[in-house]
């Protein structure tokens, strides 16, 4: 009985571990594979962001600025684009346990899909 007692509490300490709120902070850095304007990299961001809840803004040519607000959680991101290539990155963020490079695991996922929705707004941006 001991021994399942503490087989048990291992498992329970395994689980908890791999269950960890924060993860590395997520920067992207895509090439664009698809021939498009300075202009056509701008609106796919732009309509991305707004299909996923971010508030962007155009600050200077090449730059869009964003923030995205989840209850009282807020992140900040710099988006960085050219007719090559897009960089989304970290600027700040509020409730998000941010330090020394982690972040809690929803800001990943708020990037990943941003970054996957301006793939698609690019993609069907050469088809109109």
Do not use: F
């Not at 960089?87 to 990943?108: C, E, F, Q, R």
């Amino acid at each position: 009985m001991k021994k399942q007692l503490i087989c048990l509490g291992i498992v329970c300490v395994l689980a908890l571990a791999g269950c960890a709120r924060t993860a590395p902070v997520v920067n992207v850095n895509k090439p664009i594979a698809v021939q498009v304007s300075n202009d056509q990299v701008k609106k796919a961001i732009l309509q991305a962001g707004l299909e996923r809840g971010w508030a962007l803004t155009a600050v200077s040519p090449g730059v869009i600025e964003g923030r995205l607000t989840q209850r009282d959680h807020v992140a900040d991101i710099r988006i960085n684009y050219t007719q090559t290539n897009y960089t989304i990155n970290y600027v700040s963020s509020k409730n998000l346990m941010a330090g020394s490079g982690n972040i809690h695991h929803n800001y990943n996922r708020w990037i990943n899909n941003l970054d996957r929705e301006i793939q698609i707004k690019l993609a069907s941006a050469t088809i109109q």
